[in-house]
């Protein structure tokens, strides 16, 4: 059974920073892409961030320069890396699992490609 399971998720004051990870079960994660996505109450479901298989990363414009996603794959393991914590980042995050779209660099933002899903962890960012 697959499964991703986020870490790292809490309180934090407005400019602090969190460093979220997603602990994956497959071993062959090395080959799957993986994206974060965060959901706040009444907004629908938005990508943050995704990393390719081989490594390249993609970033919404709303966390540009802020957050930086990265994997090691000994670990099966996925990070983001947020600082400059603002108010409006309060969410769940979760991390997700595709197993191989094609032309991932022009979809990676679409929750539906994406074929498991994590629980999601709590961020709360106090002003």
């Known amino acids: 059974q697959v499964q991703l399971v986020e870490s790292g998720g809490g309180l934090v004051q407005a400019g602090g920073s969190l460093r979220l990870s997603c602990a994956a079960s497959?071993?062959?994660?090395?080959?799957?892409?993986m994206g974060w996505f965060r959901q706040a109450p009444g907004k629908e479901r938005e990508c943050l961030a995704a990393?390719?298989?081989?490594?390249?990363?993609y970033y919404a414009d709303s966390v540009k320069g802020r957050f930086t996603i990265s994997r090691d794959n000994a670990k099966n393991t996925v990070y983001l890396q947020m600082n400059s914590l603002k108010p409006e980042d309060t969410a769940v995050y979760c991390c997700?699992?595709?197993?191989?779209?094609?032309?991932?660099?022009?979809?990676?933002?679409?929750?539906?490609?994406?074929?498991?899903w994590g629980q999601g962890t709590q961020v709360t960012v106090s002003s």
């Open positions: 997700a699992e595709d197993r191989g779209s094609a032309y991932y660099s022009r979809t990676y933002y679409s929750p539906n490609i994406y074929d498991y």
């Open positions: 497959a071993r062959t994660f090395s080959t799957y892409n």
């Open positions: 990393i390719s298989w081989s490594g390249s990363t």
